[in-house]
């Protein structure tokens, strides 16, 4: 394997912006003015849904797109307006962009070889052990399974050592057991090589898995840019929180309301009121707010209590280890998903109690989407 | 509603190769299988679409082999939920009714539709056009239009394959909850295990034109026949550890080639030299040695965060072993032991896949009682 002896490849985008022009209409902003730093050897994950401007922020780092203004600097030099093949970054492509006529490593040794580079052979053998495609080296990408191809496709975009790796949906195209081990390795070759690394995916779980951080991206900007448990537990706004997690979170709409103690209850519904108690920074008196709360993090109780929030079973679905209860909130026409153990018993119709971990209830404002942040206080404040 | 020796052929190829199936009254019957596997056909057959090659249909015990579709009282949701453009939701609900077979007196048809409708959460999109709804809306229409006539059997066709993820958990639920108020006969085809572990009474898992094995959720789950069945369901899939059956001195073994692991398996049974998988499921495993249990030792290789929790790669010897933990600390390149519990072990021979019982079968009472750590 390449040693990497090099200066330091930080990756920073500066207020990156890509618009799209149509004639007769206002421009499309697929890039709105982002700002990132991707620190040397870290790998970043971008996440979001199609068409939220991930591939073309991709796309403008690798050089097969220019942006409209902003800039982009690798190990402190402006590569915008460089040929991509000036820039020495690396994109290993969704679809493996392997040529047909060519053995695998002929595919992986051919910007090398382009380039009259020495070693060629010699580096491909490393890194195609590296990857455990050793014994394919002499094999035409034909014949290949799809992970196979993935490894050769990553292979190719290593072995130049570059100062930048982009992934581009690396294992959308693979069957259920060749993701789990190819993302395995993917995050091992990642942490033992030290490319600093973009990752471009919509699939939460491949962000989750394999970034240092994550950048959620909709609309062409960040929603959230933070590691995987913060995007998980402190989720920046509503966007993140619904795209983050699964099962997903619950978003139940409702009104914030002080009591005569100082007190502050979420009002879902007129019988339905989650106490959060004496909190500090949460919202206003009869602010609108959705409170956010994960599967996990609800208590089914048989027998309601005054503190629990009584909802009726709608449907129970055993999965696996875990089973999926679906409720109505009473007096609301609120749904919500908890997760539970695959053999409880829940009867469609019957009345149980929820009771909310309150250190994991998210309250948003529905207003704007945002996150507002808040802590319950256990012991009376004085004032 | 029973298959008896269900074959069909399409010129050389076999797409049902002698099925056997009863399904109960009431029943809510899956058939869970990758593409290609038959399901389709199954229901197709079912239906009257297609005539078996070989083979008895029966439904309510009669047999419905040369039957016409249309008399079989059988109602089929198709995967492409094909509505009429130019009519509204109503009509494309009322459409089975117009039939003579299924007319209905008019206010009687509304009562229905407006129920069915409901029930589904379409009751407000009734005077839509099919080209206004979403995907999902569409696919309850589909639904409805299947729910509103008098069948003895329900057949769908992978109903839910066309939304995407969320709306398909979402409509996963209310289909549960609609499969529980109905309790018609039915037969549901899809290649999602966790619609076949959510929805179905029983399940059939299909293969090539066979049936693999036919069960509850927990007997696939526990006692999968072979590994097809075993790798059928989970996420993250079943850890299947390469091995041979060793023996020391009056003690059979699970021994990896490379010597790494050796597990006692308590048992005489097994011929020495047997090339066999050990089944483990990521989420029975444990980090950390626990007594009474079968402990293997390794380094970690990766540890991928999970939501809540963590998914652990760990290194033994040439192989890897995935589990799940909320354990936060664990640190790649760490030297770990994970304990499985004996009676979740699962044996496979290698060579056939077959399952060669559940390693504790032998030891009732204390299933413990043979497993002891060589790690």
Same mark, same amino acid.
Not at chain 2, 201 to 209: E, T, Y
């Given at each position: 394997m390449a040693e990497r002896h090099r200066p330091v490849d930080d990756l920073v985008l500066q207020r990156l912006t890509k618009t799209f022009l149509q004639r007769g209409k206002a421009p499309v902003y697929a890039v709105n003015g982002i700002d990132l730093t991707v620190g040397d050897g870290e790998l970043l994950g971008l996440l979001g849904p199609s068409g939220?401007?991930?591939?073309?922020?991709?796309?403008?780092?690798?050089?097969?797109?220019e942006p409209t203004s902003g800039d982009i600097r690798i190990g402190g030099r402006s590569v915008v307006g460089l040929p991509a093949h000036t820039r020495n970054v690396a994109v290993a492509f969704e679809n493996y962009a392997l040529f047909p006529p060519l053995t695998v490593e002929e595919n992986i040794t051919f910007g090398m070889r382009a380039r009259g580079e020495l070693n060629a052979r010699q580096r491909a053998r490393d890194v195609a052990e590296r990857l455990g495609i050793e014994h394919l080296l002499d094999r035409k990408p034909g014949g290949l399974s799809s992970g196979q191809k993935q490894r050769v496709s990553l292979a190719r975009a290593i072995v130049r050592t570059p100062s930048v790796l982009l992934l581009d949906e690396p294992l959308s195209h693979l069957d259920a057991a060749e993701r789990d081990a190819t993302r395995r390795e993917l995050k091992r070759l990642q942490r033992e090589t030290g490319f600093t690394t973009v990752l471009v995916t919509h699939d939460q779980h491949e962000a989750l898995s394999l970034a240092d951080r994550i950048a959620v991206m909709n609309d062409g900007t960040f929603q959230h840019v933070g590691t995987a448990d913060d995007v998980y537990d402190r989720p920046a706004n509503l966007f993140v929180a619904d795209f983050v997690g699964?099962?997903?979170?619950?978003?139940?709409?409702?009104?914030?309301?002080?009591?005569?103690?100082?007190?502050?209850?979420?009002?879902?519904?007129?019988n339905a009121a989650v106490a959060l108690g004496r909190t500090t920074g949460a919202g206003l008196d009869g602010q609108e707010i959705t409170l956010g709360i994960r599967p996990q993090d609800i208590r089914v109780e048989a027998r309601g209590t005054a503190r629990t929030l009584p909802a009726t079973v709608f449907a129970f679905e055993p999965l696996q280890e875990l089973g999926r209860l679906t409720l109505n909130?009473?007096?609301?026409?609120?749904?919500?998903v908890v997760e539970t153990h695959h053999d409880m018993v829940a009867v469609p119709g019957e009345t149980v109690g929820l009771q909310f971990d309150l250190a994991r209830t998210?309250?948003?404002?529905?207003?704007?989407?945002?996150?507002?942040?808040w802590e319950s206080a256990p012991a009376p404040m004085t004032r | 509603m029973a298959l008896r $020796?269900? %074959? +069909?052929?399409?010129?050389k190829t076999v797409a049902l190769a002698g099925l056997d199936l009863e399904v109960a009254d009431g029943e809510f019957f899956v058939l869970l299988g990758p593409s290609g596997a038959g399901k389709t056909t199954t229901l197709k057959c079912v239906a009257g679409l297609e005539t078996p090659t070989a083979g008895r249909v029966e439904i309510g015990g009669r047999d419905v082999t040369e039957v016409e579709p249309n008399a079989r009282r059988v109602a089929m949701a198709f995967e492409n939920y094909a509505l009429y453009p130019q009519e509204t939701v109503y009509d494309n609900i009322a459409f089975p009714l117009r039939s003579k077979r299924y007319a209905q007196p008019p206010d009687v048809a509304r009562a229905l539709i407006t129920q069915v409708a409901g029930t589904l959460g379409i009751g407000h999109l009734l005077e839509r056009m099919p080209r206004e709804l979403s995907g999902g809306q569409r696919q309850r229409v589909a639904l409805a239009r299947v729910m509103v006539r008098p069948a003895d059997v329900l057949l769908l066709d992978e109903p839910l394959s066309h939304l995407d =993820? +969320?709306? %398909? =958990?979402?409509? %996963? =639920?209310?289909? +549960? *909850?609609?499969?529980?108020?109905?309790h018609t006969t039915s037969l549901y085809v899809t290649h999602d295990y966790l619609e076949a572990l959510a929805l179905g009474d029983r399940i059939a898992i299909l293969r090539d034109g066979k049936l693999v094995q036919v069960g509850s959720r927990e007997e696939l789950w526990r006692t999968p026949v072979n590994t097809f069945v075993a790798t059928a369901f989970g996420q993250p899939r079943i850890n299947l550890l390469r091995g041979v059956i060793a023996r020391e001195n009056d003690d059979t073994l699970f021994a990896t080639e490379d010597g790494v692991v050796?597990? *006692?398996? $308590?048992? %005489?049974?097994? =011929?020495p030299g047997t090339a066999v998988e050990l089944g483990l499921r990521p989420r029975d495993l444990l980090l950390g040695e626990m007594p009474g249990m079968a402990t293997l030792r390794g380094q970690v290789y990766v540890v991928e965060p999970l939501g809540r929790q963590r998914e652990v790669t760990v290194q033994i010897g040439g192989q890897r072993v995935a589990l799940v933990t909320p354990q936060e600390d664990v640190v790649p390149d760490s030297l770990v032991t994970i304990s499985a519990p004996p009676d979740r072990l699962l044996l496979f021979n290698a060579e056939t896949g077959a399952r060669m019982s559940a390693v504790g079968d032998d030891v009732p009472g204390d299933a413990t009682a043979g497993i002891a750590a060589h790690g």
């Amino acid at each position: 394997m390449a040693e990497r002896h090099r200066p330091v490849d930080d990756l920073v985008l500066q207020r990156l912006t890509k618009t799209f022009l149509q004639r007769g209409k206002a421009p499309v902003y697929a890039v709105n003015g982002i700002d990132l730093t991707v620190g040397d050897g870290e790998l970043l994950g971008l996440l979001g849904p199609s068409g939220c401007g991930k591939s073309t922020t991709l796309r403008m780092i690798a050089g097969l797109e220019e942006p409209t203004s902003g800039d982009i600097r690798i190990g402190g030099r402006s590569v915008v307006g460089l040929p991509a093949h000036t820039r020495n970054v690396a994109v290993a492509f969704e679809n493996y962009a392997l040529f047909p006529p060519l053995t695998v490593e002929e595919n992986i040794t051919f910007g090398m070889r382009a380039r009259g580079e020495l070693n060629a052979r010699q580096r491909a053998r490393d890194v195609a052990e590296r990857l455990g495609i050793e014994h394919l080296l002499d094999r035409k990408p034909g014949g290949l399974s799809s992970g196979q191809k993935q490894r050769v496709s990553l292979a190719r975009a290593i072995v130049r050592t570059p100062s930048v790796l982009l992934l581009d949906e690396p294992l959308s195209h693979l069957d259920a057991a060749e993701r789990d081990a190819t993302r395995r390795e993917l995050k091992r070759l990642q942490r033992e090589t030290g490319f600093t690394t973009v990752l471009v995916t919509h699939d939460q779980h491949e962000a989750l898995s394999l970034a240092d951080r994550i950048a959620v991206m909709n609309d062409g900007t960040f929603q959230h840019v933070g590691t995987a448990d913060d995007v998980y537990d402190r989720p920046a706004n509503l966007f993140v929180a619904d795209f983050v997690g699964e099962p997903r979170m619950n978003l139940l709409p409702g009104r914030l309301r002080t009591e005569a103690d100082g007190s502050l209850v979420a009002a879902l519904g007129p019988n339905a009121a989650v106490a959060l108690g004496r909190t500090t920074g949460a919202g206003l008196d009869g602010q609108e707010i959705t409170l956010g709360i994960r599967p996990q993090d609800i208590r089914v109780e048989a027998r309601g209590t005054a503190r629990t929030l009584p909802a009726t079973v709608f449907a129970f679905e055993p999965l696996q280890e875990l089973g999926r209860l679906t409720l109505n909130l009473a007096g609301t026409d609120q749904r919500l998903v908890v997760e539970t153990h695959h053999d409880m018993v829940a009867v469609p119709g019957e009345t149980v109690g929820l009771q909310f971990d309150l250190a994991r209830t998210h309250l948003f404002d529905t207003a704007t989407g945002e996150r507002l942040p808040w802590e319950s206080a256990p012991a009376p404040m004085t004032r | 509603m029973a298959l008896r $020796g269900v %074959r +069909k052929e399409y010129g050389k190829t076999v797409a049902l190769a002698g099925l056997d199936l009863e399904v109960a009254d009431g029943e809510f019957f899956v058939l869970l299988g990758p593409s290609g596997a038959g399901k389709t056909t199954t229901l197709k057959c079912v239906a009257g679409l297609e005539t078996p090659t070989a083979g008895r249909v029966e439904i309510g015990g009669r047999d419905v082999t040369e039957v016409e579709p249309n008399a079989r009282r059988v109602a089929m949701a198709f995967e492409n939920y094909a509505l009429y453009p130019q009519e509204t939701v109503y009509d494309n609900i009322a459409f089975p009714l117009r039939s003579k077979r299924y007319a209905q007196p008019p206010d009687v048809a509304r009562a229905l539709i407006t129920q069915v409708a409901g029930t589904l959460g379409i009751g407000h999109l009734l005077e839509r056009m099919p080209r206004e709804l979403s995907g999902g809306q569409r696919q309850r229409v589909a639904l409805a239009r299947v729910m509103v006539r008098p069948a003895d059997v329900l057949l769908l066709d992978e109903p839910l394959s066309h939304l995407d =993820a +969320k709306l %398909r =958990a979402t409509m %996963r =639920a209310e289909l +549960k *909850s609609l499969g529980e108020l109905q309790h018609t006969t039915s037969l549901y085809v899809t290649h999602d295990y966790l619609e076949a572990l959510a929805l179905g009474d029983r399940i059939a898992i299909l293969r090539d034109g066979k049936l693999v094995q036919v069960g509850s959720r927990e007997e696939l789950w526990r006692t999968p026949v072979n590994t097809f069945v075993a790798t059928a369901f989970g996420q993250p899939r079943i850890n299947l550890l390469r091995g041979v059956i060793a023996r020391e001195n009056d003690d059979t073994l699970f021994a990896t080639e490379d010597g790494v692991v050796r597990l *006692s398996l $308590g048992r %005489r049974d097994l =011929a020495p030299g047997t090339a066999v998988e050990l089944g483990l499921r990521p989420r029975d495993l444990l980090l950390g040695e626990m007594p009474g249990m079968a402990t293997l030792r390794g380094q970690v290789y990766v540890v991928e965060p999970l939501g809540r929790q963590r998914e652990v790669t760990v290194q033994i010897g040439g192989q890897r072993v995935a589990l799940v933990t909320p354990q936060e600390d664990v640190v790649p390149d760490s030297l770990v032991t994970i304990s499985a519990p004996p009676d979740r072990l699962l044996l496979f021979n290698a060579e056939t896949g077959a399952r060669m019982s559940a390693v504790g079968d032998d030891v009732p009472g204390d299933a413990t009682a043979g497993i002891a750590a060589h790690g």
